[in-house]
């Protein structure tokens, strides 16, 4: 069994140049807070450079980027800081029972670490809305913390990009191809739940803030426990979201944009869809110990890197 979850388990992080310019960090306290503040929680192995896509992974990085044009459009100021966690790549399939329990020992230092970046930087900045977002195992990160978050007023939104602790069912907003309803397919995770200690269903209070995305045949999102191995198509669709960004935003940024509500500023301004993703756009970030900086970013095309199978 161990060796098809070790191949299964949040297969093969996206990969890629990085975006130029995007640094990570707490934001600094009142009264320099931002409206927003985003923590990106990275996927399996995208912390081996930790300075590249904002330490959190091309899914994640990008989609702030996405999100940040929406925001400062209104008027508002958005900074961020990735989930300084080990994000470790996806265990050898014999690696056997040693190399998984590292794997689950990376994701739990995750969700501790998540836990404790949000409440450091809920306590600097208490009205600042806060958008939690991870892909892969970063999901996972991100998931884990929802239940103890549920009733937390500064969480605006999550979003769960190829969740591993994926619930059919669960209470939350479904995007992509997955039937949100099947229960011949959940998140890996979700196979073996008191093994891999995987989240219960969410309470709608903060369900309805937490966007899930999750495509068809997914090796990790979308498992399949009939299945008799991982197959290469699986696989290419776990790995295939960054994708979705080759001259155009991502489908989800737009709901997360209206999850974090009317701006207190003025109105909103015309909100882009989907396909009108520009380019180059420039954000304000806060670094971690450091003032904001301005920076100019520029898309390259992802590459994806295969699990070890």
């Known amino acids: ?11 093969a992080a996206v990969a890629g140049a990085a975006l130029v310019g995007l640094t990570a960090g707490i934001a600094q306290a009142d009264p320099g807070c931002p409206d927003v503040h985003w923590i990106g929680a990275a996927g399996s192995g995208e912390r081996v ?45 014999d690696g056997g029972v040693m190399a998984w329990a ?3 020992s990376s994701v739990d230092a995750g969700a501790a ?22 892909y892969s195992q970063g999901a996972m990160v991100v998931h884990r913390n929802l239940q103890a978050l549920a009733d937390s007023p500064n969480v605006a ?6 969740d591993g602790d994926r619930l059919p069912g669960d209470n939350v907003i479904s995007m992509g191809s997955v039937n ?23 309470p709608l ?27 290469p198509a699986a696989v290419a669709i776990h790995t295939s979201y960054a994708l979705s960004t080759a001259g155009s935003g991502y489908a989800w940024t737009s709901p997360v944009y209206q999850l974090l509500g009317p701006s207190p500023t003025g109105p909103q301004g015309p909100l882009p869809g989907p396909d009108a993703r520009a380019v180059n756009s420039t954000t304000a970030p806060a670094g971690r110990n450091s003032a904001a900086s301005t920076a100019t970013m520029a898309s390259t095309a992802p590459a994806a890197d295969n699990p070890v199978r």
């Open 205 to 231: 209070s903060i369900g309805s803030r937490t966007i899930s995305v999750c495509d068809r045949g997914d090796a990790v999102c979308d498992y399949d426990p009939d299945a008799d191995a991982v197959s």
């Open 180 to 202: 949100p309803g099947s229960t011949k397919t959940l998140g890996v995770a979700q196979d073996w739940p008191i093994l891999a200690h995987a989240p219960a269903k969410l």
């Open 113 to 134: 670490a998540l836990g404790a970046q949000y409440a450091s930087f809920s306590q600097l900045c208490p009205t600042t809305k806060v958008v939690l977002a991870g």
């Open 49 to 93: 450079d930790p300075t590249a896509d904002g330490g959190m992974g091309k899914v994640v990085y990008q989609s702030l980027r996405d999100l940040t044009q929406q925001v400062q459009r209104d008027g508002r100021t958005i900074t961020a800081e990735a989930v300084d966690y080990p994000a470790v790549p996806v265990p050898d399939e």
């Open 157 to 162: 939104a999550a979003l769960l990009v190829a």
């Open 102 to 104: 590292g794997f689950m």
């Open 1 to 11: 069994m161990f060796r098809r979850i070790t191949t299964l388990t949040c297969a």
